[in-house]
T-cell receptor, first 112, second 111 residues
Framework: RKEVEQDPGPFNVPEGATVAFNCTYS??????FFWYRQDCRKEPKLLMS???SGNEDGRFTAQLNRASQYISLLIRDSKLSDSATYLC?????????????FGTGTQLKVEL | NAGVTQTPKFRVLKTGQSMTLLCAQD?????MYWYRQDPGMGLRLIHY???????AKGEVPDGYNVSRLKKQNFLLGLESAAPSQTSVYFC??????????FGQGTRLTVV
């Protein structure tokens, strides 16, 4: 089983739609959680951190369920500019330091 | 702020050649990472460092070596390049449990 799993998509949605992505992780000792956005041929950039209580940033809402070991990202009122790949990132403290593990990403295409 | 800078941006190598990719960060971060990204595979960790003078193997370390002689720099070396090392390489740095910052990537083609 992969440490971090995401549905690769693509998710094709019309502008204005609400779309949700899920991500599951296998290690219950995981510490920190993030959603990154990656545009084609560009580096990943932080979209938002994910907190246990859930958090919102404008049209984006992230939630964490530690008991079920999954995190989610909800995008409301999708814009054309939201088209990108969304990466789920999980960190854990190991003997060798603090490791980041990425999911393979979920591709979103917002269409007119 | 420069953040994380990778050089070079692009490179074409012949099989068997060697090269070094440089990653430099100006944020005084302790942790630095090298990833490769291939279609359908996501970002895979090659090597990482938890501080100056320390390095550790990641998920796919074979064929690569690294060094972190200075806190701000993390070098990735390919001693004898192979076509299987054709990829996009990303460097990242972070402090503690905070978010990671990435360089713009190096597109490497081995022919």
């Amino acid at each position: 089983r992969k440490e971090v799993e995401q549905d690769p998509g693509p998710f094709n949605v019309p502008e204005g739609a609400t779309v949700a992505f899920n991500c599951t992780y296998s290690n219950s000792a995981s510490q920190s959680f993030f959603w990154y956005r990656q545009d084609c041929r560009k580096e990943p950039k932080l979209l938002m951190s994910v907190y246990s209580s859930g958090n919102e940033d404008g049209r984006f809402t992230a939630q964490l369920n530690r008991a079920s070991q999954y995190i989610s990202l909800l995008i409301r009122d999708s814009k054309l500019s939201d088209s990108a790949t969304y990466l789920c990132v999980v960190t854990k403290l190991t003997g060798g330091g603090n490791k980041l593990t990425f999911g393979t990403g979920t591709q979103l295409k917002v269409e007119l | 702020n420069a953040g994380v800078t990778q050089t070079p941006k692009f490179r074409v190598l012949k099989t068997g050649q060697s090269m070094t990719l440089l990653c430099a960060q100006d944020m005084n971060h302790e942790y630095m990472y090298w990833y490769r990204q291939d279609p359908g595979m996501g970002l895979r960790l090659i090597h990482y460092s938890v501080g100056e003078g320390t390095t550790a193997k990641g998920e796919v370390p074979d064929g690569y070596n690294v060094s972190r002689l200075k806190k701000q720099n993390f070098l990735l070396g390919l001693e004898s390049a192979a076509p299987s090392q054709t990829s996009v390489y990303f460097c990242a740095s972070r402090q503690g449990a905070k978010e990671a910052f990435f360089g713009q990537g190096t597109r490497l083609t081995v022919v």
